[in-house]
């Protein structure tokens, strides 16, 4: 029944020997030769391909052979045999590498071969591995998520990360003589838990090593960095995230080019900019400017009324933005909506001498609303 109705429906089917031995009848496999009988008896069931594996073959000391086929040709895929008792479920993952090889587009030969490699090495990173008592241990299925994780973005977003958002400003720092680099790790110092790079005026180029010598400062710490527009800029320097405003790319195009686990931010001024802001995939929004501001040309003002308007409607966290410093932050705070997660800030601590403690200054202020 097995063999008559289910075998036609697929592309690959991938017994071990013994497996291969009672779908084509033999009474064992244990040879290339028995191997390559029983792939041909199988595939008259039905299936694209088969591919009979050979980890338990007796008569190779040295490697291991997997052999696949069309119904026309066989393809060898040999490998390097290791010495080791964790081998639980080498069969299901390989034929799960396949699979996300195949969804890939990946025609199946490569797709083995790739799969192959990949069992090649769990079974290498597992040969080191004591998990409990029986004959046979697991493999090391997903040994390579611990190197995956180092390529991707350091953090994780949160809502508390927008507490003291600091917005960099490169023309300010210029005239306190002082790096945008040293700048951000003055900030960092004094307590800003984000850090949005925002650069108008420079080159491209000198904005990307600008951003990388920025994330490396900010990583040490463990404080996300975002870059302010520049998409390029921001998936090039593996920043992790952008701030976007309403005349720049779409957040759900950026979503796509991005991916799920970087950070989005939007600028809005209206409760149907933050809806469509939550369709599209942000994580947060700005919402702005609540003073007015000279950071900003022809920024159009809404006033505490809407700042707490927007967060009242936002199914978003939100950070206000707009000519807050040290003598209204609590003003913005004291009545806080739930959704009104920090304050966003340029002057307040970039035209200062000394970042860090302008920085240490106005998270103190801020920080008893948000430990009550």
């Not at 066989?74 to 964790?86: A, I, S, W």
Request: include cysteine.
């Amino acid at each position: 029944m097995l063999c008559k109705r289910l075998l036609p429906l697929a592309d690959i089917v991938t017994p071990n020997l013994t497996e291969a031995a009672v779908l084509s009848g033999k009474s064992r496999v244990c040879t290339l030769l028995d191997m390559q009988e029983a792939a041909k008896i199988i595939k008259d069931f039905g299936p694209r391909y088969v591919l009979v594996k050979g980890g338990h073959l007796q008569d190779i000391s040295e490697a291991n052979v997997d052999l696949l086929y069309d119904g026309e040709t066989f393809y060898d895929f040999h490998g390097t045999r290791v010495e080791t008792l964790n081998t639980h479920g080498t069969g299901c993952t390989l034929a799960s590498c396949i699979a996300a090889e195949m969804a890939k587009g990946v025609q199946i030969p490569e797709a083995v071969k790739a799969a192959k490699g990949y069992i090649q090495a769990a079974l290498e990173h597992s040969k080191n591995m004591k998990i409990g008592k029986g004959p046979h241990g697991p493999l090391n299925h997903f040994f390579a998520f611990p190197e995956y994780s180092k390529i991707r973005r350091h953090h994780l977003f949160k809502a508390s990360d927008l507490r003291l958002y600091a917005v960099t400003d490169s023309g300010m720092n210029k005239r306190w003589q002082r790096s945008t680099a040293e700048a951000v790790r003055s900030a960092i110092e004094g307590g800003a838990t984000i850090v949005q790079l925002r650069e108008k005026e420079a080159e491209s180029s000198d904005f990307f090593k600008e951003a990388v010598a920025c994330i490396e400062v900010a990583r040490k710490s463990g404080v996300p960095l975002v870059i302010n527009d520049r998409l390029d800029i921001a998936m090039a320097c593996g920043a992790d995230g952008v701030h976007l405003g309403q005349s720049d790319l779409p957040v759900r195009e950026a979503r796509m080019l991005l991916g799920l686990d970087k950070i989005i931010g939007v600028s809005c001024k209206t409760v149907e900019q933050v809806q469509k802001a939550y369709e599209d995939g942000a994580n947060y929004v700005g919402c702005g400017g609540v003073y007015p501001t000279n950071t900003k040309r022809n920024n159009r003002t809404i006033g505490l009324e809407g700042l707490y308007a927007i967060c009242s409607a936002s199914p978003l966290p939100v950070v206000a933005i707009g000519g807050i410093n040290e003598f209204n932050a609590e003003e913005v705070l004291r009545d806080r909506p739930s959704t009104l997660h920090g304050i966003a800030v340029v002057s307040a601590l970039f035209d200062k001498p000394v970042v860090c403690k302008a920085t240490q200054v106005l998270a103190g202020k801020i920080s008893e609303f948000f430990h009550r």
